[in-house]
């Protein structure tokens, strides 16, 4: 049966990539472990511009770099350990050294870094469901940025376990811990809000 409407969907079903590829409807949506994820509506313009903040920063420095810098929408797939797919995420930016993980669907296994930015609605998603899943498959750096509290939290791989370092806000320089050499002012994402 051809599914092109997201209601035909079955929320106490999993779901597999192959599945996510056939669906012709326009929502935009994240599989979570094979359960179904609508996305926010389209992001607020506060959301919008810290996005295009950030990819101002990381593109000028990964445009430097071998690195390939990309942003939302792009499919982010997480095979399991038997190398089935039942995880797609559209992070807001996500960086991949990997390019051997690059395909024309988007990127297969763990970006090195992965921006998500809350927007009402989405917060315990940002902070809890995914936060596991980049934990999980390796995502060395996850930045999620607070745009009503104006600070950047960031969380390093050490040995498996996401280490959280102090908060970033207003007027701190920022330092990635994967990119020693990426450094910049958190006045950069925020200053003209």
């Known amino acids: ?80 350990k038997d190398g089935n797919i039942s995880t797609v995420l559209q992070p807001d930016l996500c960086v991949i050294c990997d390019l051997q993980k690059l395909d024309d669907r988007g990127c297969l296994g763990a970006p090195d870094l992965i921006v998500e930015i809350l927007s009402p609605g989405n917060t315990k998603k940002e902070q809890d ?23 950047i939290q960031v969380f390093v791989l050490k040995d498996g376990i996401y280490i959280g370092l102090k908060p970033f806000t207003e007027g701190e320089i920022i330092t990635s811990k994967t990119f020693p050499e990426l450094s910049f002012s958190t006045d950069e994402i925020f200053g003209n809000l």
């Open 1 to 80: 049966m051809e599914i092109t409407d997201i209601n035909q969907l079955d929320p106490n079903k999993k779901y597999t990539y192959a599945d996510y590829l056939l669906w012709k409807f326009k929502e935009r949506i994240e599989l979570f472990k094979g359960k179904v994820f609508k996305m926010s509506p389209a992001p607020a313009r506060i959301h919008q511009k810290i996005s295009l903040n950030i990819t101002r920063v990381l593109d000028d420095f990964f445009r430097k770099h071998p690195c390939e810098l990309y942003y939302a929408p792009f499919d982010v797939r997480f095979p399991d």
């Open 129 to 151: 469901l995914k936060y596991r899943i980049y934990e999980e498959a390796g995502v060395f750096e996850y930045w999620i940025v607070h745009p009503t509290d104006k600070n």
